[in-house]
């Protein structure tokens, strides 16, 4: 059984940083890629930035210079670094992975999300 948990969410003032961690555990054979999402209530999901099995990171629009997506292999671990905040940042941020089993299986995984609240 694969699970995602999420950690680092909380609330900052404008300006601020803060740091989103996804551990996965499970009978994982690879991962694909890697990618952080969030979600706004009343709009649609949200791709935020996204990592490669090769290890291309890409991040998405406003986010652009102000988030970085990592990754520690030997840890299953994701992150997110999330800085110079703004308001409309504020969003549940979401872990998600594409990875391949050791019977050649491909799946998809969400994580349960962590809010990101940035306010004055």
């Known amino acids: 059984q694969v699970q995602l948990v999420e950690s680092g969410g909380g609330s900052v003032q404008p300006g601020g940083s803060l740091r989103l961690s996804c551990v996965v555990s499970g009978p994982i054979w690879s991962f694909n890629t890697m990618a952080w999402y969030r979600q706004d209530p009343g709009k649609e999901r949200e791709l935020v930035a996204s990592?490669?099995?090769?290890?291309?990171?890409n991040t998405v629009g406003s986010v652009n210079g102000r988030f970085t997506i990592s990754r520690d292999v030997a840890k299953n671990t994701m992150y997110l670094q999330m800085n110079s905040l703004k308001p409309e940042d504020t969003a549940v941020y979401y872990c998600?992975?594409?990875?391949?089993?050791?019977?050649?299986?491909?799946?998809?995984?969400w994580g349960q999300g962590t809010l990101v609240t940035v306010s004055s």
């Open positions: 998600n992975v594409d990875v391949s089993f050791f019977n050649g299986q491909r799946q998809i995984f």
């Open positions: 990592i490669t099995g090769g290890g291309i990171r």
